[in-house]
């Protein structure tokens, strides 16, 4: 059974880096790829980046400069890195192997 | 980037009644594979997207056969036959013939 699940801090102030982390299990992160996608309040779904399975990552070109994903294979564990956060960047966040299996989403909200 | 415009519904649409929404992609999505690179997903309110058709009409694992996509390369529908009340929520498209992935801005379904 394929279970992802976000984890990182609901609070994060004005012009700080936001890390979260996705724990996978049932599945292989040198197999899969994994992406994150955010969700402001009572709006739609922004895809944010992906990490192959090779390692390899690909970014929204709207966030790029400030985005960073990366991995731990050996703790199945998927990292976002945003550096330079303002509150348009509060939102759910989830991160997904696009398609069937989603994460429950963390909820960020970037205030002072 | 491919640009996916969704259709509104007319809501609220009576239990029992069938519901069509509309996604419309600024590019063909039809690959030269034969294969239609578009997902539709429902998002019930408070969870995350769960997927419910890809390649434009294969039903996913689990989903109702009430459920049914179809379309063209650019213009496409999600039908629901005889809606019930678990059908609440948002339903988004998304291409994913090419990245960034994006996303229609959602349509609502509320039930009579």
């Known amino acids: 059974q394929v279970q992802l699940k976000e984890s990182g801090p609901g609070l994060v102030q004005p012009s700080q880096t936001l890390s979260l982390t996705c724990t996978v299990s049932?599945?292989?992160?040198?197999?899969?790829?994994v992406s994150w996608i955010r969700q402001p309040p009572g709006k739609g779904l922004e895809w944010m980046g992906v990490?192959?399975?090779?390692?390899?990552?690909d970014y929204n070109s709207a966030i790029k400069s400030r985005l960073s994903i990366s991995r731990d294979t050996s703790k199945s564990q998927v990292f976002l890195k945003m550096n330079s956060l303002q509150t348009e960047d509060t939102a759910m966040y989830f991160c997904?192997?696009?398609?069937?299996?989603w994460g429950q989403g963390v909820m960020v909200t970037v205030s002072s | 980037d491919i640009v996916m415009t969704q259709g509104a519904l007319p809501n609220p649409v009576p239990s029992g009644e069938s519901a069509s929404i509309t996604c419309q992609s600024s590019?063909?999505?039809?690959?030269?594979?034969?294969?239609?690179?578009l997902n539709w997903y429902l998002q019930r309110p408070g969870q995350s997207p769960q997927l419910l058709i890809y390649?434009?009409?294969t039903r996913a694992s689990g989903v109702s056969d009430r459920f049914s996509g179809s379309g063209s390369g650019t213009d496409f529908t999600l039908k629901i036959s005889s809606v019930e009340a678990e059908d609440v929520g948002v339903y988004y498209c998304?291409?994913?013939?090419?990245?960034?992935?994006?996303f229609g801005s959602g349509t609502k379904l509320e039930i009579k």
């Open positions: 997904a192997r696009m398609g069937a299996n």
């Open positions: 049932g599945l292989s992160l040198t197999s899969n790829s």
């Open positions: 990490i192959w399975s090779n390692g390899g990552t």
């Open positions: 590019k063909s999505l039809l690959h030269s594979n034969g294969k239609t690179y």
């Open positions: 390649w434009m009409s």
């Open positions: 998304q291409q994913f013939l090419e990245y960034p992935l994006t």
